[in-house]
């Protein structure tokens, strides 16, 4: 009878416990849309799904890129068989298309870390990834570029960019493309980082829609995966991580990359992941104002309690932050809906699950 009526307890204090996790870990109440796109459980033949990139066709619809890593949930040097799948919508993310492959090697060769631009002159989408040959050239990382000219319907087979953005003695070091996502500044050029984690983060971008690549010889440090943006003045800001250190670290450049000045942003607490963040034009009372929007795991520690900040003065100063989810949460991105909504692309519950979740900038932006 004693035995039995521990039990109960124990049970009963269990139940207890589990539910008022639940009852912490909810998702913010201001939330439109909620859709988990990519969750493993669903399909026994993957182990994971990772990395996620997020972007607005030109005329609305959105993409989702991510990885799907098949054997294990390890990066890319440690997965022979990591692919890269999307999934559409055409309703500002009420529905969602079925998951599509479009990047798939033969088992050996693996491509991981998707990120996207939008080039808003030629409606023409960028999606970059790493790509590796683990049976032929093992730790050797290339840099690839896929093209879409239909809103992500369609896609270009790849193109090998490696010899454009890297320096022949990079060959054998460890270095990657920044998944999410890179931008399109005012004047048309399309700018992305990159990080040798011998030598630190450099900028490559675009002065011709795609059809060449260049690269600024400026490594930035400290600096791992990192999201650029243009501020108001058409001044350039990397937003970093960093490891070990608690905080972001912020590169700003005021002639298009050539110097930058490195500050450690306080403001901006983080756990050594990856984060997001866009530049938003808004109009109130008739006036055009800029907003950046960052979105990241917001502790010094771990990888959860994802959070949305705002900064109305090009990263001066931030807001305390809205909570999206309190919970398990790492990688994010973000980005702007045809209705004027935001969109959050973002990896739950030690990566279990990768959720699609939107908002208007009203909501974002009360108390």
């Not at 490594?219 to 001044?235: H, Q, T, Y």
């Not at 990263?315 to 969109?343: F, H, M, Q, R, V």
């Amino acid at each position: 009878m004693v035995m039995k009526l521990t039990t109960f307890l124990f049970f009963a204090v269990f139940q207890f416990i589990v539910h008022a996790q639940n009852e912490n870990y909810k998702i913010a109440d201001g939330i439109i849309e909620y859709h988990d796109l990519f969750n493993a459980s669903n399909n026994s033949e993957i182990s994971c799904y990772r990395i996620p990139s997020i972007i607005t066709a030109k005329n609305g619809d959105l993409v989702v890129a991510i990885d799907e890593r098949v054997p294990s949930c390890g990066d890319l040097k440690w997965s022979k068989d990591i692919n890269i799948v999307i999934r559409r919508s055409t309703d500002n993310g009420k529905t969602w298309s079925s998951i599509e492959k479009i990047v798939d090697f033969p088992e050996g060769q693996s491509a991981s870390d998707p990120s996207m631009i939008l080039d808003k002159i030629t409606g023409e989408i960028f999606l970059f990834y790493n790509f590796m040959d683990l049976d032929k050239e093992l730790n050797v990382y290339y840099f690839h570029v896929i093209k879409s000219n239909d809103n992500g319907k369609t896609w270009s087979q790849p193109e090998d960019i490696t010899s454009q953005i890297s320096k022949p003695e990079w060959h054998n070091d460890f270095k990657f493309i920044t998944s999410g996502r890179g931008i399109q500044t005012e004047n048309g050029i399309l700018l992305h980082c990159l990080v040798n984690l011998e030598s630190g983060m450099h900028v490559f971008g675009s002065k011709d829609h795609g059809k060449s690549w260049f690269f600024i010889d400026h490594p930035l440090a400290p600096a791992d995966e990192s999201k650029i943006v243009e501020l108001s003045d058409n001044s350039l800001m990397i937003n970093s991580r960093t490891n070990n250190q608690g905080n972001r670290y912020v590169h700003t450049s005021n002639d298009a990359g050539n110097t930058w000045i490195t500050t450690s942003e306080t403001e901006l607490i983080d756990p050594s992941c990856n984060a997001s963040i866009i530049s938003h034009k808004f109009i109130e009372d008739g006036v055009e104002k800029n907003v950046l929007l960052f979105a990241n795991a917001n502790s010094t520690t771990k990888r959860e309690n994802m959070t949305i900040k705002l900064s109305y003065d090009d990263g001066e100063t931030w807001s305390k932050g809205k909570t999206i989810y309190p919970g398990s949460s790492a990688y994010s991105s973000l980005t702007i809906l045809k209705n004027g909504d935001i969109g959050l692309f973002f990896e739950k519950e030690d990566y279990k699950e990768n959720v699609f979740v939107s908002f208007s900038f009203n909501w974002l932006n009360s108390n």
